[in-house]
């Protein structure tokens, strides 16, 4: 990964909902934890914020609306400013598609921190449209928090090892917040999604199971090795299990603080903005996500 500035702020997108008010919180705390500005972002198009405005909006009409942004921004700010004392916030109000704007920012900043739905309801039944659109085009690591689900403080951050670059990745920025966070991580790495036929069910039981385990075991190993070294204090369990990575980061993920994962892994489609498995949690992750491309 790119070595990382102190400059580099944390932004956070906000849209007037409950949700993004928790978004807040979360990204001051992040913020605050690594000495960072937080920058509190809200974009929206004509007729909210831009100028002129056409002769069929009423007169007032373009004010009342930038009115009713800043507040937004102002109430957001405050709920991170009292989440974390201390912390540098910065409030703005941009003229833009707001997924594009906030792909644009993410350019230089450490993380996008952004709601799983907000004002516009829900897009695809569960996620909302700029969540989903930051996660696949930002340039830097996107946490989506879902529907106030803002993490267990005392529960561990669950990373999902592959081997992918995008997935060590993943690994460094695990480890990084667990560092900071005094918390343990749970490195989780799944070696076989495939369904047996029913009718495979024996040829399969003669296969060498713990073989194909233990080398598995070892990849794992030799994936954290590094980062362990760099990261000592971090108290690190291993787990290896032959299932789907989606069920099993669920299962893992129940009381985390945090789960993070790449954003496509060894099996991705070239091309793909996102993995089927980082895709697939943007939908039903029970904590904070963060995902993390290479």
């Given at each position: 990964m790119v070595p990382l500035s102190t400059e580099s702020?944390?932004?956070?997108?906000?849209?007037?909902?409950?949700?993004?008010?928790?978004?807040?919180?979360?990204?001051?705390d992040e913020a605050r934890?690594?000495?960072?500005a937080l920058h509190v972002v809200h974009a929206s198009v004509w007729p909210m914020v831009s100028h002129p405005a056409p002769p069929t909006v009423p007169d007032g009409h373009r004010q009342a609306m930038l009115d009713l942004a800043r507040r937004w921004v102002r109430e957001a700010g405050n709920a991170a400013r009292a989440?974390?004392?201390?912390?540098?916030?910065?409030e703005r109000v941009v003229v833009g598609e707001p997924a594009a704007v906030l792909i644009g920012e993410s350019r230089h900043a450490r993380e996008v921190v952004v709601a799983s739905r907000?004002?516009?309801?829900?897009?695809a039944d569960l996620l909302g449209s700029t969540a989903l659109r930051v996660?696949?085009?930002?340039?830097?690591?996107?946490?989506v928090i879902r529907n106030s689900a803002v993490g267990d403080a005392g529960g561990p951050v669950v990373v999902g090892v592959d081997g992918s670059a995008s997935s060590d990745a993943a690994?460094?920025?695990?480890?990084?917040?667990?560092?900071?966070?005094?918390?343990?991580?749970?490195?989780?790495?799944?070696?076989?999604d495939v369904r047996i036929p029913e009718q495979e069910t024996t040829a399969w039981r003669t296969f060498d199971w713990a073989t194909v385990a233990a080398e598995q075991e070892q990849l794992l190993a030799e994936r954290l090795a590094g980062w362990q070294d760099k990261y000592p204090d971090v108290e690190v369990h291993r787990?290896?299990?032959?299932?789907?990575?989606?069920?099993?980061?669920l299962e893992a993920a129940t009381g985390a603080r945090l789960l993070v994962v790449g954003s496509r892994g060894r099996g991705g489609v070239r091309g793909?903005?996102?993995g089927s498995t980082s895709q697939s949690l943007l939908y039903v992750a029970p904590c904070p996500l963060a995902i993390v491309r290479h």
């Open positions: 702020p944390v932004i956070v997108g906000v849209d007037g909902s409950p949700h993004a008010v928790d978004a807040a919180r979360w990204a001051g934890s690594q000495d960072r989440a974390a004392p201390g912390v540098e916030v910065v907000g004002l516009d309801g829900p897009v996660a696949q085009h930002a340039g830097c690591p996107v946490v690994v460094e920025f695990a480890l990084e917040y667990a560092a900071r966070c005094g918390t343990p991580l749970v490195a989780l790495h799944t070696w076989s787990i290896v299990a032959r299932d789907r990575p989606v069920r099993r980061l793909m903005l996102l």
